[in-house]
């Protein structure tokens, strides 16, 4: 049962199957009982055979149903498909139904926004349960699957569709915008999250905070030069060092070093005791090839926080590469003057 | 066989004389009727239980319905037992409750020329014009009470009963709410056997002159201490709404019953009846606004609710409240919550809810400056609430005033050395200025006092900072469980992964 709330499949299969397995347990419970009381009554006898072949037939449809909960769940556990998201409204949220398993369970049944002459029905998970109500707008994501069986991860609040009804009353809700926003930037909706981001920080110019968090989501999937703009929008309002390294780090993996190096060193002015600034000045110089600058500033950083194998490694690897480009100059040189000199 | 000895027959308990059938039928039926009293019983208030005669008349009246026959039954009960030197701590109230009116307000007038501002007293005057049937004094006296403390529920319950003695329906009912809406209760003794005969009344009175709605609201009262009374706040409500005799409260009442039995959706659809019937109804606003919230979080309809309630009764400080609250907590509007909590402070300047509101406000607002301000003014108030303390520190941190935001901080934890907040704004100043081996300590203590993810994880990357990698991996990965999708963890995990020579 576990298996087919987790890794649910859309369709009516399943709401035709539970019940029909709930009665299939309690027939099976029930001929359990009644052949410990007929224990004395012959193999043979019609009675019996009758009984087993019911038990038979039920203890098959039984295991059919364990099999086929294993594959959902071998096909949920090892997909790694992208998930895809489409937009839905509740139509209603069914009551709770016991089939007579140890679980009762209770789906919803929804109404595609593109297409609202399609409906669908699905199971609700425990989370889910308490969270939705009629006519609430929904996201789905589901996902292809590992054998090929599409499959229902989520059902949440569409805060996209939602948030922007609760903006037209409440344009200043930041929270709702914040949702408005975490969500976007998590469903693949990156366009319309940096617009409500944008929007947002328009509305509450002095909040760096969440600024620092939009470009915190766009970090963690790697969209740096996405992160850039929001970095420099709190470090604009809030000249920290902390905020220095968040938007020196981010420019230097979007590929900007050169912008990276002027606001890390800049950053040096506001703490020259401390080590961070060095550390990522280390490995930007390093990325741009200055490697005499980088290991200058690996070792000021170790001077500062000596315990330190990462930079430790990273600066015997620049001193290592230094020695290298120095050595091929000299070979260079070595080479050129070989052709320069005249031959006497 | 022995002359003298009783027989077998005779040595047998006396029993009834039916058939076997009809023996297990009264079987269940005993069980029946156990089941059933168990139930009414379970549900009760234990005053209703009192072991004198006087007391079980008072419970048998009470079970039939003759609720101020039982009202009468009780006050005989407590009168013999305060004569025979029981107290409330209140010589007054004794005196009350033994019956003895002229003593009781001797007693209280000379309480109230030592302490004018004695309730206690006041209560114990009021409820003697009460008796007296004075109720013009009786409502001077909640009036001088709610001046002091408003919707006080001892003295809404006297005024709600001066105006129902009084034929004054509509504010009885007003008054009674009041109390209600609080969720709080009447304390008082003679104030509930008073409550409890005065519906005894007016239920009696023939059907033509039965103030229904005020029954309904009268038994929704007494649904607090007996919950077999919320069928009949139904019934009268359902009769009041048809009479016409105020639709709105009616529905009000039902759907509080209704919300209070566990059936939500009905008592959203009473709620939204009561509005439809008076849209100045703003305790059905606030009801719904609740159920909405309940309901897996319909902000929406909760915000259109709230707003509601706030623009029924603008100048109800339980509204204006909830609304910025909600506006505030739940919504993020910090612009309509700031807007509605200086307009409120206009004529309220020195209220502490909505000078903390404002404070609170500005700082979320990064304007810390009119932030402090309005915690320093509160202070004036209140100069012993660590949590103002807490708040100015972090406002003062913002505005780099360092080494006054920690003297807040530390001012907080001498109030209360248990403040968790006190401990991580300091571990979060120590942490800016790069102060790590004193912050990690003032982590460490708020962790003890209650978990937070976040507060772990900035723990764990101090560790990461101090070098003790060992440990900030290890502490990482209890952050990681918690909150998979933790940004610090997941940025900092893989360098302090590298430093231990694991990536």
């Not at chain 1, 004395?40 to 037939?57: K, Q, S, V, Y």
């Not at chain 1, 937009?87 to 789906?107: E, H, K, M, Q, R």
């Not at chain 1, 600024?211 to 766009?218: D, K, L």
């Amino acid at each position: 049962m576990w298996a087919q709330f987790q890794y649910r499949v859309p369709g009516s299969f399943l709401f035709l199957l539970l019940p029909v397995i709930g009665l299939v347990l309690t027939v099976l419970s029930f001929i359990l009982f009644i052949k410990h009381l007929l224990i004395r009554i012959p193999a043979d006898d019609p009675f019996r055979l009758t009984f087993d072949r019911i038990e038979w037939w039920s203890s098959l449809l039984v295991r059919i149903f364990v099999y086929y909960s294993l594959l959902l769940y071998v096909n949920g556990k090892l997909d790694a498909s992208k998930p895809a998201y489409r937009a839905y409204d509740i139509v209603s949220v069914a009551n709770t139904f016991d089939p007579g398993l140890p679980f009762s369970y209770s789906w919803v049944t929804l109404r595609d926004r593109q297409a609202p002459e399609r409906t669908e029905r699905l199971l609700l998970n425990w989370g889910e349960r308490a969270d939705l109500w009629g006519a609430e707008p929904v996201m789905v994501t589901s996902r292809q699957g590992f054998l090929g069986i599409p499959w229902v991860a989520a059902i949440e609040r569409d805060w996209d569709h939602y948030a922007k009804e609760i903006l037209k009353y409440a344009p200043t809700a930041s929270t709702v915008w914040k949702e408005l926003i975490a969500f976007d930037l998590t469903h693949d909706l990156w366009k319309e999250g940096k617009e409500a981001s944008w929007e947002y920080l328009k509305l509450y110019p002095n909040d760096y905070k969440t600024a620092i968090q939009i470009g915190g989501s766009f970090d963690i999937v790697f969209r740096y030069a996405e992160a850039v703009p929001f970095y420099e929008y709190a470090a604009a309002r809030h000249p920290t060092y902390e905020v220095s390294q968040v938007l020196g780090t981010a420019l230097s993996w979007s590929g900007n070093n050169t912008r990276a190096a002027q606001v890390l060193e800049a950053s040096v002015q506001l703490n020259p005791d401390y080590w961070e600034a060095y550390y990522h000045l280390g490995y930007v110089y390093g990325g741009m090839g200055r490697l005499a600058e980088g290991i200058a500033a690996f070792e000021k950083a170790l001077e500062r926080k000596p315990n330190s194998p990462e930079m430790e490694t990273e600066l015997a690897r620049q001193r290592q590469a230094l020695a290298a480009v120095q050595a091929a100059k000299q070979a260079a040189q070595k080479r050129q003057g070989q052709v320069s000199n005249p031959s006497p | 066989m022995l002359v003298g000895y009783p027989t077998e027959a005779a040595m047998r308990p006396p029993s009834l004389n039916l058939s076997r059938h009809n023996k297990i039928i009264l079987a269940c039926a005993l069980v029946l009727i156990w089941i059933f009293i168990r139930q009414q019983i379970s549900q009760m208030d234990g005053r209703f239980f009192q072991l004198s005669f006087q007391g079980a008349k008072g419970l048998v009246l009470y079970l039939i319905g003759d609720y101020s026959g039982a009202a009468k039954a009780y006050r005989a009960h407590f009168q013999e037992e305060f004569q025979t030197g029981k107290t409330t701590g209140n010589p007054g109230l004794d005196a009350l409750l033994r019956g003895e009116l002229t003593a009781a307000k001797d007693l209280s007038q000379k309480t109230l020329e030592k302490n004018p501002e004695d309730i206690g007293a006041l209560l114990n005057l009021g409820e003697a014009a009460l008796e007296e049937n004075d109720l013009k004094h009786a409502l001077e006296i909640s009036d001088r009470i709610f001046k002091k403390q408003t919707d006080h529920p001892d003295a809404s319950v006297l005024a709600s009963l001066a105006f129902a003695r009084s034929g004054d329906d509509s504010k009885a009912i007003d008054a009674i709410n009041r109390t209600l809406r609080r969720s709080r209760i009447g304390s008082r003794l003679t104030a509930f056997l008073m409550f409890l005969e005065t519906t005894g009344d007016k239920a009696r009175l023939p059907d033509k002159e039965k103030p229904l709605c005020l029954l309904a609201n009268y038994y929704r009262y007494l649904r607090i201490y007996d919950e077999s009374n919320g069928k009949p706040a139904i019934t009268y409500a359902e009769k009041a709404i048809v009479a016409g005799d105020h639709p709105a409260d009616a529905y009000l009442a039902i759907g509080i019953v209704h919300e209070k039995e566990g059936r939500p959706e009905k008592a959203l659809q009473a709620f939204l009846k009561a509005i439809e019937a008076d849209p100045k109804q703003a305790e059905a606003y606030r009801w719904a606004a609740s159920v909405y919230a309940e309901r897996g979080g319909d902000l929406l309809n909760e915000y259109r609710m709230w707003k509601g309630a706030y623009e029924a009764a603008p100048g109800d400080l339980l509204y204006t409240d909830a609304y910025v609250q909600f506006l505030q907590g739940r919504l993020g509007d910090l612009k309509q919550a700031l807007t509605i909590t200086l307009k409120t402070l206009e004529v309220q300047p020195d209220n502490p809810v909505m000078l903390h509101r404002a404070g609170e406000l500005y700082q979320w607002l990064g304007e810390h400056e009119q932030a402090i301000g309005y915690f320093q003014k509160l202070l004036t108030i209140t100069p012993k609430d660590a949590g103002i303390y807490d708040r100015l520190g972090y406002s003062l941190a913002e505005l780099k005033r360092i080494d006054e935001a920690v003297t807040s901080f530390k001012t907080a934890l001498s109030l209360n050395p248990n403040g968790r907040g006190s401990h991580v704004g300091l571990a979060w100043i120590y942490q800016g200025a790069h102060r790590f081996k004193e912050a990690i300590p003032e982590y460490e203590k708020a962790l003890e006092l209650g978990e937070d993810v976040d507060t772990l994880a900035a723990l764990c990357s101090l560790y990461h900072y101090e070098s003790q990698y060992q440990r900030a991996a290890d502490c990482f990965q209890m952050v990681i469980a918690q909150d998979p999708n933790n940004k610090v963890a997941i940025n900092l995990l893989s360098y302090t992964l590298k430093n231990l020579g694991r990536q």
